[in-house]
């Protein structure tokens, strides 16, 4: 059995200006804005591999639940074949949709 086809979908971004005036106080580099020029609804499709066009630290950070759902497999607490993650910049963090694609 061949992996199910996973959508990708940006569903919210976001920039806590609150933590980095807290917490990047007397650092050379100080975060602004959200992370990625990604844009709220834009999607990438994927059957276990890194899509082109999703960062690098994004997919590092979804890539165990894009593996669950390309296989058949649910997450307790979400709807059959979806998950909701993001990625683990605490300053700017992009909220993606994992979706199973049936085919």
């Given at each position: 059995?061949?992996?199910?086809?996973?959508?990708?979908?940006?569903?919210?971004?976001?920039?806590?200006?609150?933590?980095?005036?807290?917490?990047?106080?007397g650092?050379?580099?100080?975060p602004?804005?959200?992370c990625?020029?990604?844009?709220?609804?834009?999607?990438?499709?994927?059957?276990?591999?890194?899509?082109?066009?999703?960062?690098?630290?994004?997919?590092?950070?979804?890539?165990?639940?894009?593996?669950?759902?390309?296989?058949?497999?649910?997450?307790?607490?979400?709807?059959?074949?979806?998950?909701?993650?993001?990625?683990?910049?605490?300053?700017?963090p992009?909220?993606?949709?994992?979706?199973?694609?049936?085919e």
């Amino acid at each position: 059995m061949s992996p199910s086809t996973v959508r990708i979908t940006v569903v919210k971004k976001t920039f806590h200006e609150d933590l980095v005036e807290l917490y990047t106080d007397g650092c050379s580099f100080k975060p602004s804005g959200c992370c990625h020029d990604l844009e709220i609804g834009q999607s990438f499709e994927t059957t276990g591999h890194a899509p082109e066009g999703l960062p690098d630290w994004a997919w590092c950070d979804m890539q165990k639940y894009v593996m669950v759902l390309a296989r058949g497999g649910n997450f307790l607490g979400c709807k059959p074949g979806v998950f909701v993650t993001c990625c683990t910049d605490g300053f700017r963090p992009v909220f993606y949709k994992l979706e199973r694609v049936d085919e």
